[in-house]
């Protein structure tokens, strides 16, 4: 299983910016998904979860400007951000708790980081 992410760059304070997740490889079901975020120097920590029903959950610092969304058919997460700031400035990673097969329970997968500027 693999977790390809894209979508990060240079953005102005203010801007928006939509990232992308796709989930390839053995799947039988696609748990929750989220996105994650690092700064230089700082922990990584939750920016925002889907269940596989679709409830949503959001840090404090990013609800109303994010919104998180997937598309279970293409096994796809994604995350609009709008009203950029410059403290949004960081790698973002997706995340998925994925059951390879019937059999099997949920595992932690995750993809690499893309990364996110927001210039003031």
């Known amino acids: 299983v693999q977790l390809q992410a894209s979508g990060g760059g240079l953005v102005q304070a203010g801007g928006s910016l939509r990232l992308s997740c796709a989930a390839s490889g053995t799947i039988f079901k696609i748990n929750g998904m989220g996105w994650y975020r690092q700064a230089p120097g700082k922990q990584r920590e939750l920016v925002a979860s889907?269940?596989?029903?679709?409830?949503?959950d959001y840090s404090e610092s990013v609800k109303g400007r994010f919104t998180i969304s997937r598309d279970n058919a293409k096994n796809t997460v994604d995350l609009q951000m709008n009203s950029l700031k410059p403290e949004d400035t960081a790698d973002y990673y997706c995340?998925?708790?994925?059951?390879?097969?019937?059999?099997?329970?949920?595992?932690?997968?995750w993809g690499k980081g893309t990364q996110v500027t927001v210039s003031s």
């Open positions: 889907i269940s596989s029903s679709g409830s949503t």
């Open positions: 995340t998925a708790n994925i059951r390879r097969y019937w059999s099997t329970g949920g595992v932690d997968y």
